[in-house]
Protein backbone atom coordinates (compact mmCIF):
# COMPACT_ATOMS: atom_id res chain seq x y z
CA UNK A 1 0.00 0.00 0.00
CA UNK A 2 2.89 2.40 0.71
CA UNK A 3 4.16 1.59 -2.99
CA UNK A 4 0.75 2.92 -4.34
CA UNK A 5 0.74 6.06 -2.03
CA UNK A 6 4.31 6.85 -3.02
CA UNK A 7 3.18 6.48 -6.54
CA UNK A 8 -0.11 8.19 -6.41
CA UNK A 9 2.23 11.17 -5.18
CA UNK A 10 4.86 10.88 -7.65
CA UNK A 11 2.22 11.09 -10.61
CA UNK A 12 0.41 13.72 -8.70
CA UNK A 13 3.86 15.91 -8.86
CA UNK A 14 4.51 14.77 -12.15
CA UNK A 15 1.26 15.93 -13.66
CA UNK A 16 1.39 19.24 -11.97
CA UNK A 17 4.82 20.08 -13.16
CA UNK A 18 3.41 19.08 -16.65
CA UNK A 19 0.38 20.94 -16.46
CA UNK A 20 2.46 24.24 -15.79
CA UNK A 21 4.87 23.89 -18.89
CA UNK A 22 2.09 25.41 -21.67
CA UNK A 23 3.90 25.06 -24.81
CA UNK A 24 2.06 26.10 -29.01
CA UNK A 25 -0.29 23.00 -28.69
CA UNK A 26 -1.61 23.65 -25.19
CA UNK A 27 -2.52 27.21 -26.70
CA UNK A 28 -5.40 25.70 -28.67
CA UNK A 29 -6.06 23.37 -25.91
CA UNK A 30 -7.06 23.67 -21.78
CA UNK A 31 -4.74 22.48 -19.14
CA UNK A 32 -6.82 22.59 -15.86
CA UNK A 33 -4.95 21.64 -12.10
CA UNK A 34 -7.38 21.03 -9.17
CA UNK A 35 -7.87 20.26 -5.19
CA UNK A 36 -10.67 18.76 -3.75
CA UNK A 37 -12.50 18.17 -1.10
CA UNK A 38 -15.63 16.11 -0.28
CA UNK A 39 -17.03 12.84 1.10
CA UNK A 40 -17.62 9.50 0.27
CA UNK A 41 -20.11 6.72 1.32
CA UNK A 42 -20.67 3.09 0.80
CA UNK A 43 -24.00 0.87 -0.77
CA UNK A 44 -23.90 -1.55 2.00
CA UNK A 45 -22.53 0.13 5.54
CA UNK A 46 -23.21 3.18 6.86
CA UNK A 47 -20.83 5.81 7.74
CA UNK A 48 -18.84 8.48 5.41
CA UNK A 49 -15.16 9.60 5.25
CA UNK A 50 -13.45 13.18 4.64
CA UNK A 51 -11.41 12.72 1.11
CA UNK A 52 -9.23 15.05 -0.35
CA UNK A 53 -7.41 14.93 -3.56
CA UNK A 54 -6.08 16.85 -6.54
CA UNK A 55 -6.23 16.40 -10.47
CA UNK A 56 -4.98 17.10 -13.41
CA UNK A 57 -6.78 17.77 -16.63
CA UNK A 58 -6.23 18.55 -20.49
CA UNK A 59 -8.64 19.43 -23.08
CA UNK A 60 -6.71 19.41 -26.25
CA UNK A 61 -9.02 20.59 -28.90
CA UNK A 62 -10.81 23.54 -26.96
CA UNK A 63 -9.95 25.78 -29.31
CA UNK A 64 -11.96 23.78 -32.54
CA UNK A 65 -15.60 24.77 -33.45
CA UNK A 66 -16.44 21.13 -33.12
CA UNK A 67 -18.18 18.55 -31.19
CA UNK A 68 -14.67 17.21 -29.95
CA UNK A 69 -14.19 20.70 -28.47
CA UNK A 70 -15.49 19.32 -25.35
CA UNK A 71 -13.33 16.28 -24.98
CA UNK A 72 -11.09 16.27 -21.70
CA UNK A 73 -8.20 13.57 -20.19
CA UNK A 74 -8.43 13.76 -16.45
CA UNK A 75 -5.95 12.04 -13.73
CA UNK A 76 -6.80 12.15 -10.34
CA UNK A 77 -5.51 10.67 -7.10
CA UNK A 78 -7.89 11.14 -3.75
CA UNK A 79 -7.91 9.84 -0.32
CA UNK A 80 -9.97 9.28 2.91
CA UNK A 81 -8.04 9.29 5.92
CA UNK A 82 -10.26 8.16 8.50
CA UNK A 83 -13.48 6.03 7.66
CA UNK A 84 -16.53 5.99 10.28
CA UNK A 85 -18.16 3.24 11.84
CA UNK A 86 -15.49 0.84 10.57
CA UNK A 87 -14.91 -1.59 13.79
CA UNK A 88 -14.28 -4.55 11.55
CA UNK A 89 -13.62 -2.87 8.25
CA UNK A 90 -10.99 -0.07 6.46
CA UNK A 91 -9.47 2.81 8.04
CA UNK A 92 -8.27 4.81 5.14
CA UNK A 93 -8.71 4.61 1.22
CA UNK A 94 -5.88 6.12 -1.67
CA UNK A 95 -7.38 5.63 -4.95
CA UNK A 96 -5.79 6.92 -8.83
CA UNK A 97 -7.88 7.21 -11.38
CA UNK A 98 -7.66 8.16 -15.15
CA UNK A 99 -10.91 9.38 -17.24
CA UNK A 100 -11.69 10.39 -20.32
CA UNK A 101 -14.58 13.53 -20.02
CA UNK A 102 -16.38 15.30 -22.02
CA UNK A 103 -17.71 19.25 -21.28
CA UNK A 104 -20.91 20.90 -22.45
CA UNK A 105 -20.14 23.82 -22.95
CA UNK A 106 -22.25 26.50 -22.25
CA UNK A 107 -21.97 29.85 -21.61
CA UNK A 108 -20.72 30.16 -18.16
CA UNK A 109 -21.21 27.04 -16.83
CA UNK A 110 -19.51 23.23 -18.86
CA UNK A 111 -21.95 20.24 -17.46
CA UNK A 112 -19.45 17.30 -17.72
CA UNK A 113 -20.18 13.34 -17.59
CA UNK A 114 -17.01 11.15 -17.58
CA UNK A 115 -15.69 7.71 -17.25
CA UNK A 116 -12.75 5.79 -17.19
CA UNK A 117 -10.19 3.19 -14.59
CA UNK A 118 -8.08 3.10 -12.09
CA UNK A 119 -6.21 1.56 -8.76
CA UNK A 120 -7.55 1.73 -5.12
CA UNK A 121 -5.82 0.32 -2.22
CA UNK A 122 -6.69 0.49 1.44
CA UNK A 123 -5.33 0.04 5.21
CA UNK A 124 -7.55 -2.22 7.76
CA UNK A 125 -8.70 -1.51 10.82
CA UNK A 126 -5.62 -2.25 13.29
CA UNK A 127 -8.29 -3.55 15.98
CA UNK A 128 -10.58 -5.58 13.73
CA UNK A 129 -10.75 -8.20 10.83
CA UNK A 130 -11.26 -7.07 7.35
CA UNK A 131 -11.63 -10.71 6.19
CA UNK A 132 -12.72 -10.64 2.25
CA UNK A 133 -11.62 -7.40 1.62
CA UNK A 134 -9.14 -7.29 -1.03
CA UNK A 135 -5.98 -5.35 -0.21
CA UNK A 136 -5.51 -3.11 -3.65
CA UNK A 137 -8.47 -3.60 -6.40
CA UNK A 138 -8.78 -2.56 -10.15
CA UNK A 139 -11.80 0.19 -10.45
CA UNK A 140 -13.83 1.74 -13.26
CA UNK A 141 -15.69 5.48 -12.51
CA UNK A 142 -18.72 7.42 -13.61
CA UNK A 143 -18.48 10.80 -12.88
CA UNK A 144 -21.24 13.90 -13.12
CA UNK A 145 -21.34 17.56 -12.48
CA UNK A 146 -20.47 20.98 -13.74
CA UNK A 147 -17.44 23.18 -13.95
CA UNK A 148 -18.46 27.04 -13.34
CA UNK A 149 -15.80 29.72 -14.12
CA UNK A 150 -15.23 32.45 -11.71
CA UNK A 151 -12.75 34.84 -14.06
CA UNK A 152 -9.26 34.76 -14.29
CA UNK A 153 -8.66 31.04 -15.39
CA UNK A 154 -10.13 30.27 -11.76
CA UNK A 155 -12.90 28.06 -11.34
CA UNK A 156 -15.21 25.98 -9.69
CA UNK A 157 -16.20 22.27 -10.27
CA UNK A 158 -18.81 20.19 -8.14
CA UNK A 159 -19.25 16.83 -8.83
CA UNK A 160 -20.67 13.08 -7.80
CA UNK A 161 -18.59 10.09 -8.95
CA UNK A 162 -18.98 6.78 -8.52
CA UNK A 163 -16.55 3.89 -7.95
CA UNK A 164 -17.43 -0.21 -8.82
CA UNK A 165 -14.79 -2.88 -8.79
CA UNK A 166 -13.82 -4.27 -12.15
CA UNK A 167 -12.49 -7.80 -11.50
CA UNK A 168 -14.90 -8.98 -8.68
CA UNK A 169 -17.29 -6.35 -9.15
CA UNK A 170 -17.19 -5.66 -5.51
CA UNK A 171 -14.96 -2.93 -3.93
CA UNK A 172 -13.54 -3.14 -0.02
CA UNK A 173 -15.93 -1.17 2.51
CA UNK A 174 -16.42 -0.51 6.61
CA UNK A 175 -19.32 -3.15 5.97
CA UNK A 176 -16.97 -5.76 4.26
CA UNK A 177 -18.03 -5.59 0.06
CA UNK A 178 -19.61 -2.78 -1.41
CA UNK A 179 -20.58 -2.81 -5.18
CA UNK A 180 -20.16 0.70 -5.20
CA UNK A 181 -18.23 4.07 -3.60
CA UNK A 182 -19.49 7.15 -3.87
CA UNK A 183 -17.93 10.14 -3.64
CA UNK A 184 -19.74 14.08 -3.30
CA UNK A 185 -16.23 16.61 -3.85
CA UNK A 186 -16.38 20.63 -4.80
CA UNK A 187 -12.98 21.63 -6.76
CA UNK A 188 -11.53 24.38 -6.94
CA UNK A 189 -8.90 25.29 -9.62
CA UNK A 190 -6.84 27.42 -12.13
CA UNK A 191 -7.20 26.75 -15.67
CA UNK A 192 -4.47 27.55 -18.39
Known sequence: MKDLRRNCIRLT?????FGGARTTLAQESGIDAYGTFGTTWHDSAPGTAVNVGAGI????FMGHDSLIRGLAVEFEVH?????????DGISSR?????????????????????IGMGGSDH??????SATGNPRAIYVGTLAVGARFQLGDGWFVRPEVRAFKG???GHISSPGGRAHYIYRGAVAIGYRW
Open 166 to 168: ILS
Open 13 to 17: FFLFL
Open 123 to 128: TRNPSG
Open 79 to 87: HSPSITDSP
Open 94 to 114: TSATGSLTYYFPLEGVEPYVG
Open 57 to 60: GWQP
